[in-house]
């Protein structure tokens, strides 16, 4: 018994001293960098990824109110419902054990990052079940709203898990939305659309941005206050990251709490709004996810949490809480780990986390359809 004990406390002093190791930026502190060398990466292969990024930027309009009216054209009723903002060019980071082996364009403008914004508003719930104020992730929606979101038959057997899954299959309307005009079917018309039989919760992923604003809807009720500022207050302050960033919701999406008007946020920007954020602050929140939930020694996030954020969903084995996965799928990247995941977003933003090889990427403006090639070219860089 007394070996192990002493085992034990040689393991913990160990796993203490390489956690202190950790490199964490300050806040507005210059990050640290290092060459690839002692990065362990190929110097002329890193060179070849970098050279790939800039030589594919998004080809989409600069001006992101033109680019997301062509992108979602086909959608019956779509319209700009939020803010939006004249994108900056091309530019990204990757960091080796938190330290900056590459970085290109503006990494301190704040972009449009659209979808990546859906992976805050997950760990919005993730922090809510850390802190019991969701019991549990499969428990129905509707025992902590009552105001008719999840009445009916249908909307009443949806669960937390399947928002997060965006296989909810919710139905109804928000701010203006219908769950049914949100990227419908390639075949059929409106009628098929509007009147098809909705699929059973949990059984399909359907990637919707109306079904994600009512996750983030149902989450400002159960926090009782602005998600932006639970962001601010729980995960961004305490990860050093400027204070630039700004989460939107639409226009009219105002609702009164506790005799407070507040403003519900968007999980994208499909319609305008979201999360305008930085480069940088984007990879402070993707070495928070390399780092298990931790930031210089202090857990923000729980380990279980981002366990359970990263399992495939039964519906999608690409895709956990909000997270995509590079699990052998439709959405795998040939040539790139199984374990890594990440953040996406429309016009090429990503948060890539790459567990392995200690890595965190982060793209802007790079061609949606080049990142899986150029996530490859870096793995065989490394």
């Not at 019956?76 to 530019?91: N, S, Y």
């Not at 949990?202 to 809807?217: F, H, I, K, P």
């Amino acid at each position: 018994m007394k070996t192990l004990s002493i085992l034990f406390i040689i393991g913990l002093t160990s796993f203490q001293a390489t956690a202190q190791a950790y490199y964490f930026p300050e806040r507005n502190a210059a990050w640290t960098e290092i060459t690839a060398k002692e990065a362990e990466i190929d110097t002329n292969g890193l060179a070849d990824v970098i050279a790939f990024a800039k030589a594919n930027e998004y080809s989409g309009s600069r001006d992101l109110r033109i680019a997301i009216l062509e992108g979602f054209k086909r959608e019956p009723f779509h319209e700009i419902l939020g803010p939006t903002k004249k994108r900056g060019g091309l530019a990204g980071m990757i960091l080796k054990n938190g330290k900056v082996v590459a970085q290109w364009g503006d990494t301190k403008r704040v972009d449009m990052t659209f979808s990546v914004t859906k992976s805050f508003l997950s760990t919005m719930a993730g922090l809510a079940i850390d802190k019991n104020l969701i019991a549990n992730v499969d428990d129905p929606v509707k025992n902590y709203l009552w105001d008719g979101t999840f009445d009916g038959q249908h909307n009443s057997q949806i669960t937390w898990r399947h928002l997060l899954q965006q296989n909810s299959a919710w139905q109804g309307i928000l701010w203006g939305g219908k769950d049914w005009a949100d990227r419908p079917p390639r075949e059929g018309d409106l009628d098929d659309w509007q009147y098809a039989t909705p699929k059973t919760p949990g059984t399909v992923m359907e990637y919707n941005d109306v079904r994600v604003n009512v996750l983030s809807y149902s989450l400002l009720h159960v926090w009782r206050k602005p998600l932006p500022q639970v962001l601010k207050e729980e995960v961004m302050d305490k990860i050093g990251a400027s204070t630039t960033w700004r989460w939107h919701g639409y226009k009219e999406a105002w609702v009164e709490i506790d005799g407070i008007q507040m403003k519900s946020v968007t999980g994208g920007g499909h319609s305008g709004a979201g999360l305008f954020i930085s480069a940088e602050d984007m990879a402070r929140f993707g070495l928070l996810f390399l780092h298990d939930g931790v930031w210089n020694n202090e857990r923000l996030i729980s380990s279980e949490w981002i366990q359970n954020a990263i399992e495939p969903s039964v519906a999608n084995v690409n895709y956990g809480f909000m997270w995509w996965l590079n699990k052998k799928g439709a959405r795998h990247w040939e040539g790139v780990g199984e374990e890594v995941y990440y953040a996406a977003g429309f016009g090429g933003n990503f948060i890539i986390i790459d567990r392995k090889h200690d890595l965190v990427v982060v793209t802007r403006w790079l061609e949606p359809n080049k990142v899986g090639e150029f996530m490859a070219k870096l793995t065989k860089a490394l």
